[in-house]
């Protein structure tokens, strides 16, 4: 099974950038749909973009559409969500995870990273 490690979170202003990253593991990326999902404070885990196991189709959420873009590095085993023009309201733990099938659907997914918090001040 395939272990995931957030990184890159942290404190930024908004309207700024900032870059996650999801070092893979155990197997490789290319075996799986990856995704990433967020959770603010009192509300429940959201999707927020998808890659397929080719990388050939991506999803994203409406709310970060045009913003946010998903990609992958298979030599470096690793995903990547730049997250452009940042918000107050994408303040939440941003979670890796993988599953067999292609779904934006949470319970799909059955390998999770830790997350890595993003704050988004005003």
């Known amino acids: 099974q395939v272990q995931l490690v957030e990184s890159g979170g942290g404190l930024v202003q908004a309207g700024h950038s900032r870059r996650l990253s999801c070092a893979a593991s155990?197997?490789?990326?290319?075996?799986?749909?990856m995704g990433w999902f967020r959770q603010a404070p009192g509300k429940e885990r959201e999707f927020v973009s998808v890659?397929?196991?080719?990388?050939?189709?991506?999803r994203y959420a409406d709310s970060v559409k045009g913003r946010f873009t998903i990609s992958r590095d298979i030599a470096r085993n690793t995903m990547y969500l730049q997250m452009n023009s940042l918000k107050p309201e994408n303040t939440a733990v941003y979670h890796c995870?993988?599953?067999?099938?292609?779904?934006?659907?949470?319970?799909?997914?059955?390998?999770w990273g830790p997350g890595t918090q993003v704050t988004v001040s005003s």
């Open positions: 995870a993988a599953a067999m099938t292609f779904s934006t659907a949470a319970t799909s997914f059955g390998s």
């Open positions: 155990g197997r490789s990326i290319s075996s799986y749909t």
């Open positions: 890659i397929s196991v080719t990388g050939a189709s991506t």
